[in-house]
């Protein structure tokens, strides 16, 4: 920063203490640094050998945190993880783990890798481990899980086109109404990547074509299941969005050029009759956007590593922003960055023109020949059932044909504000968990609260105010540095997994803040100062303010 700015900055911020100019510029400089020592708030779970915690599940009803882990999976206490916690082992049997080994696999790598933790319905869990390269999912009825039952080899079915086989591979998968969506590796090389409905009935069991114009050396980062038939006046279906970084095609380049992608199929398609029998009908992609449009040689952040859904009203799919961190292909390791999706930009792109190669000039181009109706990739709406497409099994070939050579779209999706909302130098962030919060003070505000998980163990707490977001705190979580694995966001906690343990911490800690000044100039919206315990509060006090009087500083000093 330069010295006018900086001058300018304190200036301001003893004039005014909210300035938001400032904040730019100070936007990726930590206020606070919280290091290991410090925290009191913060409890760490670990157990003798147990490591590599991944996966987290939410049950709200019995304030139960699910995690799973390498050969275990484990059920603890959402108010306090060391209350009482229980587990069940399930480890891959020894001569199994031989064959993996002889296989020229890595023996650390020949366990059960936790991936898949979702529930099946109110009482059971779907669960999927790598199990040496032999990718097992199993059924656990809650109650059994309490007693703490063994699991038995009778109840393992195929984890295949559900489970990668390798622990080091990315994935994603979610579960729509008790059936699972699955985006991985379909074998035990690796070669053949597909997103699939993995679970349910056979007849609908769907993949992926397996061809590099739907997928192309892809890794899957994450997953979402939008209710859009709610609502709906075009009686439109539900959609499952992926996210992955894959390798382009549509670029001329010398290099091979990554690129970050959006894709979706409707939950309804069953495949096509003849033309892709098996394959989903409504399987369209495009690329997302996430460059700083104003710097000359702006960066594109081209490697997505992780993605969030927010949908912050519940009832209404429509609120639904996804927030992504990536890094760049040319920069690896300097810079990360954080760009946000509205559900809205995603559907206009899916919805608009599509791209194809065109032999003649030999580039990539915008589809502009005739387009066959009804529009390839489309779910089925009421006005396709009234054509008398009543699934996608009535398709005609023609409209088949057309969206298995044309899964991808023209227009790119721009982040909100067509800029990243935060830059971070010297940072890989590995994971992201957002929340909507209403500020604690006076006005009806509601504020993005970020937190990122980076490759070092720390978690950065962000907060967006207008199109950029500043880090409030910097939080060293492990005396020895180690990557966040996940992050998982419920009510005022934040749940951390790693190598090493499973971390538990308040979102807001405003209490170390004892003067009225830091705990304002915090810019943390989930603390106000409470003008009457003279104290920097969370959320739930009732009066607090966001301006530190005259009379603050006089009771500060005097009390
Ligand atoms: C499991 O944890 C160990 C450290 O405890 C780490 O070296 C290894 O990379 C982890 N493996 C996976 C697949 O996460
Ligand atoms: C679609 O459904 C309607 C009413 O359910 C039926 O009359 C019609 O024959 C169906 N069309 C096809 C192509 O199956």
Same mark, same amino acid.
């Given at each position: 920063?330069?010295?006018?700015?900086?001058?300018?900055?304190?200036?301001?911020?003893?004039?005014?203490?909210?300035?938001?100019?400032?904040?730019?510029?100070?936007?990726?400089? $930590?206020?606070?640094?919280?290091?290991?020592?410090?925290?009191?708030?913060?409890?760490?779970?670990?157990?003798?050998?147990?490591?590599?915690?991944?996966v987290f599940l939410v049950h709200e009803s019995s304030r139960t945190l699910y995690v799973g882990?390498?050969?275990?999976?484990?059920?603890?206490?959402?108010?306090?993880?060391?209350d009482n916690p229980k587990w069940i082992e399930w480890k891959v049997p020894k001569q199994h783990?031989?064959?993996?080994?002889?296989?020229?696999?890595?023996?650390?790598?020949?366990?059960?890798?936790?991936?898949?933790?979702?529930?099946?319905?109110?009482?059971?869990?779907?669960?999927?481990?790598? #199990?040496?390269?032999? $990718?097992?999912?199993?059924?656990?009825?809650?109650?059994?899980?309490?007693?703490?039952?063994?699991?038995?080899?009778?109840?393992?079915?195929?984890?295949?086109?559900?489970?990668?086989?390798?622990?080091?591979?990315?994935?994603?998968?979610?579960?729509?109404?008790?059936?699972?969506?699955?985006?991985?590796?379909?074998?035990?090389?690796?070669?053949?990547?597909?997103?699939?409905?993995?679970?349910?009935?056979?007849?609908?069991?769907?993949?992926?074509?397996?061809?590099?114009?739907?997928?192309?050396?892809?890794?899957?980062?994450?997953?979402?299941?939008?209710?859009?038939?709610?609502?709906?006046?075009?009686?439109?279906?539900?959609?499952?969005?992926?996210?992955?970084?894959?390798?382009?095609?549509?670029?001329?380049?010398?290099?091979?050029?990554?690129?970050?992608?959006?894709?979706?199929?409707?939950?309804?398609?069953?495949?096509?009759?003849?033309?892709?029998?098996?394959?989903?009908?409504?399987?369209?992609?495009?690329?997302?956007?996430?460059?700083? $449009?104003?710097?000359?040689?702006?960066?594109?952040?081209?490697?997505?590593?992780?993605?969030?859904?927010?949908?912050?009203?519940?009832?209404?799919?429509?609120?639904?922003?996804?927030?992504?961190?990536?890094?760049?292909?040319?920069?690896?390791?300097?810079?990360?960055a954080v760009c946000s999706y509205s559900i809205q930009d995603i559907l206009e792109a899916l919805?608009?023109?599509?791209?194809?190669?065109?032999?003649?000039?030999?580039?990539?181009?915008?589809?502009?020949?005739?387009?066959?109706?009804?529009?390839?990739?489309?779910?089925?709406?009421?006005?396709?059932?009234?054509?008398?497409?009543?699934?996608?099994?009535?398709?005609?070939?023609?409209?088949?044909?057309?969206?298995?050579?044309?899964?991808?779209?023209?227009?790119?999706?721009?982040?909100?504000?067509?800029? $990243?909302?935060?830059?971070?130098?010297?940072?890989?962030?590995?994971?992201?968990?957002?929340?909507?919060?209403?500020?604690?003070?006076?006005?009806?505000?509601?504020?993005?609260?970020?937190?990122?998980?980076?490759?070092?163990?720390?978690?950065?707490?962000?907060?967006?105010?207008?199109?950029?977001?500043?880090?409030?705190?910097?939080?060293?979580?492990?005396?020895?540095?180690?990557?966040?694995?996940?992050?998982?966001? #419920?009510?005022?906690?934040? #749940?951390?997994?790693?190598?090493?343990?499973?971390?538990?911490?308040?979102?807001?800690?405003?209490?170390?803040?004892?003067?009225?000044?830091?705990?304002?100039?915090?810019?943390?919206?989930?603390?106000?100062?409470?003008?009457?315990?003279?104290?920097?509060?969370?959320?739930?006090?009732?009066?607090?303010?966001?301006?530190?009087?005259?009379?603050?500083?006089?009771?500060?000093?005097?009390?």
């Amino acid at each position: 920063m330069r010295l006018v700015e900086y001058l300018f900055c304190v200036f301001s911020l003893q004039r005014l203490w909210f300035q938001l100019d400032c904040a730019l510029a100070l936007q990726a400089v $930590p206020r606070v640094a919280v290091s290991f020592t410090e925290q009191k708030h913060k409890s760490h779970f670990t157990m003798d050998d147990i490591s590599n915690y991944s996966v987290f599940l939410v049950h709200e009803s019995s304030r139960t945190l699910y995690v799973g882990a390498k050969d275990y999976i484990l059920a603890l206490s959402l108010d306090s993880v060391n209350d009482n916690p229980k587990w069940i082992e399930w480890k891959v049997p020894k001569q199994h783990q031989d064959s993996c080994a002889q296989k020229g696999k890595k023996e650390i790598d020949c366990h059960n890798y936790i991936r898949i933790l979702e529930f099946l319905n109110d009482d059971e869990l779907f669960v999927c481990g790598t #199990y040496s390269f032999d $990718p097992q999912c199993i059924r656990i009825n809650l109650e059994e899980f309490q007693l703490g039952k063994l699991i038995s080899d009778e109840k393992m079915e195929n984890g295949r086109r559900k489970c990668p086989f390798d622990p080091s591979q990315k994935y994603a998968a979610v579960m729509a109404d008790g059936v699972l969506y699955a985006a991985t590796v379909n074998n035990f090389l690796g070669t053949d990547p597909l997103i699939s409905r993995a679970t349910g009935n056979l007849d609908s069991g769907i993949r992926t074509d397996a061809t590099a114009v739907w997928l192309s050396d892809p890794d899957f980062v994450g997953s979402a299941f939008v209710r859009e038939s709610q609502h709906s006046d075009i009686g439109d279906d539900d959609k499952i969005y992926f996210f992955f970084t894959e390798t382009a095609r549509e670029f001329d380049f010398y290099q091979k050029v990554k690129v970050p992608r959006v894709a979706r199929v409707c939950k309804g398609d069953m495949g096509g009759l003849k033309t892709l029998q098996r394959r989903w009908t409504s399987f369209v992609k495009t690329q997302l956007v996430c460059a700083d $449009p104003d710097s000359e040689n702006g960066i594109h952040f081209n490697i997505l590593k992780d993605m969030f859904t927010l949908q912050s009203e519940p009832n209404d799919w429509s609120t639904t922003v996804f927030y992504g961190i990536f890094v760049s292909q040319w920069k690896k390791g300097e810079v990360s960055a954080v760009c946000s999706y509205s559900i809205q930009d995603i559907l206009e792109a899916l919805n608009g023109k599509f791209k194809e190669y065109n032999r003649d000039c030999e580039k990539w181009a915008t589809v502009t020949g005739v387009i066959p109706e009804p529009r390839p990739g489309s779910c089925i709406t009421s006005q396709m059932k009234a054509m008398s497409f009543n699934t996608s099994l009535d398709l005609p070939d023609r409209v088949l044909n057309f969206i298995r050579d044309h899964p991808l779209m023209d227009q790119p999706v721009h982040p909100i504000d067509k800029r $990243p909302i935060l830059v971070k130098p010297d940072t890989n962030y590995e994971t992201i968990a957002v929340t909507r919060v209403a500020a604690v003070s006076g006005s009806k505000s509601h504020y993005d609260v970020l937190f990122l998980g980076t490759d070092k163990g720390h978690i950065h707490k962000a907060v967006k105010i207008g199109a950029q977001a500043v880090i409030l705190e910097d939080i060293t979580l492990f005396e020895i540095n180690q990557p966040i694995q996940n992050l998982q966001l #419920y009510q005022d906690s934040l #749940y951390v997994a790693s190598s090493s343990s499973v971390v538990h911490l308040p979102i807001a800690n405003c209490s170390k803040f004892r003067k009225c000044h830091d705990c304002i100039l915090a810019r943390d919206p989930l603390c106000g100062w409470d003008t009457e315990q003279l104290k920097c509060v969370n959320q739930d006090a009732n009066e607090s303010v966001r301006r530190c009087e005259r009379t603050h500083f006089i009771d500060q000093v005097t009390s």
